[in-house]
């Protein structure tokens, strides 16, 4: 049972334009939710992140939304750069404890044209 | 400051054989999470240390084992390796438990 899901694995955007990409979750025990950037060959890049207590984050050209009702968090970058091409992958964890696990959705490859 | 750091980079390896893994945290990051990733079950949690300590531990066979040293550098072992341990292992340090995670570059383990 996929507890994070992606359901758009490519996205392709022109150069300056918005890229959206979109995460879904089922597990209403997650409370912290991340989105990380990873090239071939590389581990993730950890980009930006945002508290169940939120509903909005911005860190420079990229914004997070969550929407805690729909279980649905989004990535807006704005204006996109072919620098962005990568696959971007949501992540959710919940404090069990004291420890923390990354649960991982199946990520999205976006592809910004020049 | 340097990033995680894991040795080797890429290994081959042949059934049966057992690997061992090696990751150096972020400085001053105190814990280390495992993950393993296919192209079939993509990103998935192996386990978690803190204070040399695992305190966290995925749905994975007792074949994958770890340790955390108490300067926070961390190793996963495999043992009686199968075809389909060929993964991408990558490990992560955060400063502290519950906190954001940062990515090493992994180990891309091939199984023949």
């Known amino acids: 049972d996929q507890q994070v899901k992606q359901n758009s694995p490519s996205l392709s955007v022109q150069e300056g334009r918005i890229s959206i990409l979109n995460c879904d979750y089922t597990?209403?025990?997650?409370?912290?939710f991340l989105w990380y950037k990873k090239y071939p060959a590389e581990g993730p890049t950890f980009l930006i992140s945002?508290?169940?207590?939120?509903d909005k984050n911005e860190d420079g050209r990229f914004t997070v939304f969550l929407n805690k009702s729909a279980k649905h968090l989004s990535l807006h970058i704005v204006p996109s750069q072919p620098g962005d091409s990568a696959v971007y992958y949501c992540?959710?964890?919940?404090?069990?404890?004291?420890?923390?696990?990354?649960?991982f959705g199946s990520g999205t490859q976006l592809t910004v044209l020049p | 400051k340097a990033g995680v750091t894991q040795t080797p980079r890429y290994l081959i390896k042949t059934r049966g054989q057992q690997v061992t893994l090696s990751c150096s945290p972020i400085?001053?990051?105190?814990?280390v999470s495992w993950y393993q990733q296919t192209p079939g079950q993509g990103l998935q949690f192996l386990f978690e240390?803190?204070?040399?300590?695992?305190?966290n531990k995925g749905n994975f066979p007792g074949r994958f084992s770890g340790r955390q040293f108490s300067n926070s550098r961390s190793e996963m072992n495999v043992s009686t390796l199968e075809l389909g341990d060929s993964a991408l292992y990558l490990c992560?340090?955060?400063?502290?438990?519950?906190?954001?995670?940062?990515f090493g570059p992994g180990t891309r383990l091939t199984v023949l």
């Open positions: 992560a340090s955060s400063l502290v438990l519950a906190d954001t995670q940062y």
């Open positions: 597990n209403s025990m997650f409370d912290y």
């Open positions: 945002i508290s169940s207590i939120k």
């Open positions: 992540a959710a964890s919940e404090v069990g404890g004291s420890a923390r696990q990354l649960t």
């Open positions: 400085s001053g990051h105190r814990s």
């Open positions: 240390y803190f204070s040399e300590t695992q305190r």
